[in-house]
């Protein structure tokens, strides 16, 4: 029996041109954001819960003080319903997402192991949905 082969035809180029084979994939490009820690936290009527601290990838930021760049990542906190031993079960697992800057009403921060204080007006906030810049321009 003699099987007859038909030429390989890509599907239709759409007008505004012709997409690689894995655009798919490459619009896809997800990020993540790292569980390095948890806390415990108390509310106001006084009950402890926990929080697990998570931190996002690493970005390079001008200092406005010296207008030099240095390294540094996003760090927040979301509250969680597990106990101690489970979330410290947790601490190095990766979740989908990234961590925005929000803007927020002006507070005093005090920087860790300094008597520096500074007033700030943004917070940062978990994402575990962040449109890329793909699905934002193509709908």
């Known amino acids: ?12 180029v759409p007008s505004w041109g012709k ?14 954001v790292t569980i390095v820690g948890f806390e415990k936290r108390k509310n106001s009527t006084d009950e402890e819960f926990n ?11 001008i200092s406005q ?12 906190s979301i509250p969680c319903t597990f106990g101690d031993d489970f ?3 947790l601490i190095g697992k990766e979740l989908p997402g990234d961590i925005q800057r929000i803007e927020c ?7 860790p192991g300094t008597n520096e204080k500074l007033k700030l007006t943004h917070t940062y906030q978990y994402n575990a949905d962040p449109a890329t810049l793909i699905e934002t321009v193509m709908g």
Do not use: C
């Open 51 to 61: 929080v697990l601290i998570l931190q996002g990838g690493v970005e390079a930021i």
């Open 65 to 76: 003080q010296s207008g030099k760049p240095y390294i540094t990542a996003r760090k927040t």
């Open 105 to 111: 009403d002006a507070y005093t921060y005090e920087v």
């Open 19 to 32: 997409l690689p084979r894995d655009f798919e994939y490459k619009s896809k490009n997800v990020t993540m």
């Open 87 to 89: 979330a410290n079960s």
């Open 1 to 12: 029996m003699r099987v007859l082969s038909t030429p390989h035809q890509d599907p239709p």
